[in-house]
Nanobody, 121 residues
Framework: QVQLVESGGGLVQAGGSLRLSCAAS????????MGWFRQAPGKEREFVAA????????DYAESVKGRFTISRDNAKNTVYLQMNSLKPEDTAVYYC??????????????WGQGTQVTVSS
């Protein structure tokens, strides 16, 4: 397993941008696919984006396609989520996770503590 720490959340106006980072500990980071999930108050955790171990394959939820970009730097043990054209409905706690290349939360075995993203209208 890896330990994951997210950063970069905050308050932004609608239409703005944020970049989330997720730093992983350990030397096995490059073995894992990485994912971003989010959970809004009163809602279930939902898939946002995933990237395979090399960065050569990515997947996105329909709601964020064309606005969000996931990337990774294996030399820095870090995965990123660039979020553009943010909408109030993007407001949630965002979690990064390590595991299989999947859209299913249960396929990820390691999770960060989450970072809050709030988009004001």
């Amino acid at each position: 397993q890896v330990q994951l720490v997210e950063s970069g959340g905050g308050l932004v106006q609608a239409g703005g941008s944020l970049r989330l980072s997720c730093a992983a500990s350990g030397r096995t980071f490059s073995r894992y696919a990485m994912g971003w999930f989010r959970q809004a108050p009163g809602k279930e955790r939902e898939f946002v984006a995933a990237i395979n171990w090399s960065g050569g394959s990515t997947d996105y939820a329909e709601s964020v396609k064309g606005r969000f970009t996931i990337s990774r730097d294996n030399a820095k043990n870090t995965v990123y989520l660039q979020m553009n054209s943010l909408k109030p409905e993007d407001t949630a706690v965002y979690y990064c996770a390590a595991g299989a290349f999947s859209t299913v939360a249960g396929d990820f075995g390691s999770w960060g503590q989450g970072t809050q993203v709030t988009v004001s209208s």
